[in-house]
């Protein structure tokens, strides 16, 4: 429905007399919209021309036109406007300055452009369409309805508010919707809600298409809707007919005050949200105006007629209606009594509880008259025009009174009415809910509002306590990505199709449907959850762990045990066991012994460069001065049992100086690759994080891997010509023989280091350290225990045995054996070489000599 105002004088024909009432069509000019907006519109019209501070000079007068929704017959009766069967002989030339209408967008964009030429200003009450705030192509256009962009906003928040990221979106086809849901689906992309098959459009009408839409986006559950509640009636029945239920409606402001609605559909619309525009409390008078009506009032007024029939169920005399909304044929209805009173029924049509759409056509004709105020208030030489002219209020063209609408600034009901440079009114949106009172009544509660002249933070205001929920409250169609992982898009797909990928590792994400994972700093790992970084797990053998601590207590003890020894065997040094067993020699393989046990404590502790710079050199170093000792004394035995010849000089070269050169010279090769070592590629500390990632491994890493298996292999070559000179020695006498216990202790030395390559390799981090400790250790008791045990016994627990007689007497039992082996092998190589002065050692005679001056 669309109302021309035209201006009139006091006293001119053109006033409420003058009311054009349109042609007769076939199909319905009555809805109940209809008849609120004319009844207001009237109400208005009146109002302002019975004030004598608002236009006195000026009376306004009116013609009313029903577009019925439909474009051709909105343009046809724009087209009457200009035409000589207005039926008022006194205004028929007159070209109407404003129109107030339509309330549909796609409407007033045809009546805009079909005006064009005229210039002729239009004010809508209802059309919310942003695509109307291009002044470029609409410049004639204003409005009281707040446009769409506003409405988005408030709406993409208000799903945002409630967590619905998986939403479906509808409409009908129509520019209204067309646009609506264009703007809807970019405003919500800004706060991560996702459209559902993103929109679906159907033909007018065409409902069945539309729900099997609908019926996709069941696993949505929230549906917003920009239709029209002429479309919605569609929508619900043919929902009702699928059984679709439990649906979250979100209605645009087109609807969300439509309660001819409840009667049908209430149990399918039960928990409805959406933005109503701003309700005025009372307009003082207008209900009085609107149940003032009489039959003898509405015989010429084909809209109030049909509506009276409806009403009552009756039938005017000559009415201009002939058809009926209802069951049954129009013409069987009863003659009206003319005594039915509004006063004694229920209408929309004078239900003021819901002032909104009425109140928007209350401020549209007073901003009409308020531009015309403006106009009649110029002043000569000051106007807006070319050379400061101003209009005249009584003879202005079209064009000009666009001017004062845009300015217009003015209080309507205590509430300040102002546009901006679009033409559109400052947006204020109330959120109301659809509430089944106790009898089943709609009751629309207002849970919120939407206020756009407010900061972005504070535009949104919800009162979530007074909401009624269709089943409970729909918390989100789509569950969210929780923390620790990331939504990953599907490809080809809507943008709300995501699966959840947790953050791989050593990334984490704080937020919920994060887009991108956060990758930890390096000192830093995700928690379990991989919502926050913590603290690396810093990894090393340490003193206050139980296997730093055992491992420190057994080294303690290993060289507590060697330096007992020690303070034991230079207790007896005077006694013939020590003497007999290179006594200086076993000192410092004794003290080099306690040593290798002590550099086992200087692998436990937080590594640092000058403790790994220390560590490896100090290990070989000390397990070659042990093997050299150990070698020596192996030599010396075996040289003096089988080189001493007669007239051979050989064992000089063994004496106590050249025993201790020959451990420092073993040692000596050993020192020179360590210092190579540490002049070119030296130990130092590192923090090993390739093992495990939520852990930093502090190690002390070798620099060069050539230098550190040197250092090793040059160790076991030196146990190797230990235990084959001992493998040699081992029939020889046993109170000069070592041999046995030499080569025993190098069989453990070889399965401890054997055994420690492949696992060392094997293994990382502090067990790693702790292996090498045990390998460490392990063969430092194995050459402990198995040389100076036996002794220790001998000494300590029979010390009877520790005596020359003994020694003599045992030694010469030895012997006796040994010279009958001795003289059967030199007999062979005499017998074959005919050589035994040659052959014979000296050290043989010298046995059988003493052997028989013992028996003498």
């Known amino acids: 429905m669309f109302l021309s105002l035209f201006r009139g004088t006091p006293g001119s024909a053109a006033l409420d007399n003058c009311v054009f009432l349109g042609v007769e069509e076939k199909n319905s000019l009555y809805e109940d919209g209809d008849i609120c907006v004319k009844g207001t519109m009237t109400f208005a019209i009146k109002e302002i021309n019975q004030r004598s501070d608002l236009l006195p000079h000026l009376k306004l007068g009116y013609h009313i036109r029903d577009s019925c929704d439909d474009i051709p017959v909105a343009l046809r009766a724009l087209l009457s406007f200009n035409s000589s069967n207005l039926g008022c002989a006194a205004v028929y030339r007159t070209v109407s300055p404003v129109i107030i209408g339509d309330a549909s967008s796609g409407i007033s964009m045809a009546l805009l452009r079909s005006l064009g030429s005229f210039r002729i200003p239009l004010v809508s009450y209802f059309a919310s369409c942003s695509c109307l705030s291009d002044q470029r192509e609409f410049p004639t256009f204003m409005r009281t309805m707040p446009s769409d962009a506003f409405q988005i906003r408030a709406l993409a928040r208000l799903v945002s508010y409630f967590g619905w990221t998986w939403v479906g979106v509808i409409g009908v086809e129509s520019d209204y919707a067309r646009f609506a849901i264009q703007l809807f689906l970019q405003e919500s992309v800004q706060y991560g809600v996702c459209a559902l098959l993103n929109v679906i459009q159907v033909p007018l009408h065409h409902y069945k298409l539309l729900i099997q839409g609908v019926d996709t986006m069941a696993s949505s559950k929230v549906i917003i809707n920009f239709s029209g509640e002429s479309e919605m009636q569609g929508i619900l029945k043919e929902i009702g007919r699928w059984n679709i239920t439990g649906l979250q409606w979100i209605a645009s402001e087109a609807w969300a005050t439509a309660t001819l609605l409840w009667e049908k559909f209430g149990d399918l619309l039960t928990g409805t949200l959406g933005f109503a525009i701003r309700r005025a409390d009372v307009i003082p008078g207008l209900e009085e105006h609107l149940t003032s009506l009489r039959p003898s009032d509405i015989h010429k007024s084909g809209f109030l007629a049909e509506f009276w029939e409806e009403t009552f169920n009756c039938r005017l005399n000559g009415s201009v209606n002939s058809h009926s909304h209802g069951v049954g044929n129009y013409l069987d209805r009863l003659p009206c009594k003319g005594t039915e009173s509004l006063d004694d029924v229920y209408s929309p049509y004078s239900d003021v509880t819901q ?101 972005a933070g504070y535009s949104l205001v919800i009162n979530d306590s007074v909401i009624q929920w269709p089943v409970g409250k729909q918390v989100c169609s789509l569950d969210s990505c929780p923390p620790g992982s990331r939504v990953a898009r599907r490809k080809g797909e809507p943008i709300c199709c995501f699966d959840c990928v947790p953050c791989a590792e050593g990334e984490v994400s704080n937020e919920t449907d994060s887009l991108e994972c956060t990758r930890c700093s390096e000192d830093t790992w995700p928690n379990r959850a991989r919502d926050l970084c913590i603290p690396k797990t810093i990894e090393y053998l340490s003193y206050h762990e139980l296997m730093g601590i055992m491992l420190c207590v057994v080294s303690v003890l290993g060289a507590c045990i060697s330096l007992s020894i020690l303070a034991i065997f230079f207790t007896y040094k005077d006694t013939p066991l020590v003497r007999a067993n290179n006594m200086e020699l076993s000192f410092l393989l004794l003290v080099f012994l306690a040593v290798c046990f002590l550099v086992g404590l200087l692998f436990i502790g937080e590594p640092s460069d000058w403790l790994c710079r220390i560590r490896y050199p100090a290990f070989g170093i000390s397990f070659a001065l042990c093997i050299s000792c150990l070698l020596a004394k192996t030599a010396v035995v075996l040289m003096a049992f089988r080189s001493t010849l007669p007239g051979s000089n050989v064992m000089k070269w063994f004496g106590p100086n050249q025993q201790r050169a020959s451990v420092f010279l073993g040692t000596a090769v050993q020192v020179i690759i360590c210092l190579i070592w540490l002049l070119t590629s030296p130990p130092h500390a590192n923090n090993n994080t390739d093992y495990h990632s939520a852990t930093i491994i502090m190690e002390c890493v070798t620099g060069s891997e050539v230098c550190f298996w040197c250092v090793l292999g040059y160790i076991g070559i030196l146990a190797c010509m230990c235990f084959l000179m001992a493998f040699l020695a081992r029939k020889l006498p046993d109170n000069f023989n070592e041999a046995k216990f030499i080569t025993f202790s190098m069989l453990i030395f070889f399965a401890v280091w054997i055994t420690f390559i492949p696992v060392y390799v094997s293994t990382a981090g502090k067990y790693t350290v702790a292996v090498h400790i045990f390998a460490i250790l392990a063969s430092a008791f194995g050459l402990l225990f198995c040389i100076f045990a036996p002794k220790c016994c001998i000494i300590i627990l029979k010390p009877e045995k520790n005596s020359k007689k003994h020694i003599i007497v045992a030694f010469t039992h030895s012997t006796e054996n040994h010279v009958q082996s001795i003289m059967s092998y030199y007999l062979e190589h005499l017998l074959l070489n005919n050589r035994l002065i040659d052959v014979c050692s000296t050290h043989i005679l010298l046995v059988i000599q003493s052997l028989y001056k013992s028996r003498k």
């Open 355 to 455: 002032l909104r759409v009425s109140y928007n056509v209350y401020k549209a004709v007073y901003l009409v008259a308020h531009a015309l105020q403006d106009m009649s208030d110029c002043k000569g030489g000051k106007g807006p025009f070319s050379n400061g002219t101003c209009a005249d209020p009584k003879h202005f063209k079209p064009w000009q009174l666009i001017h004062y609408l845009r300015r217009a600034n003015f209080s309507a009901l205590g509430e300040e009415v102002n546009f901006d440079q679009n033409g559109d009114p400052i947006a204020y949106y109330d959120l109301v809910n659809w509430q089944r009172s106790p009898d089943g009544s709609l009751h629309l509660v207002k849970v919120g509002f939407y206020d756009a002249s407010s900061p």
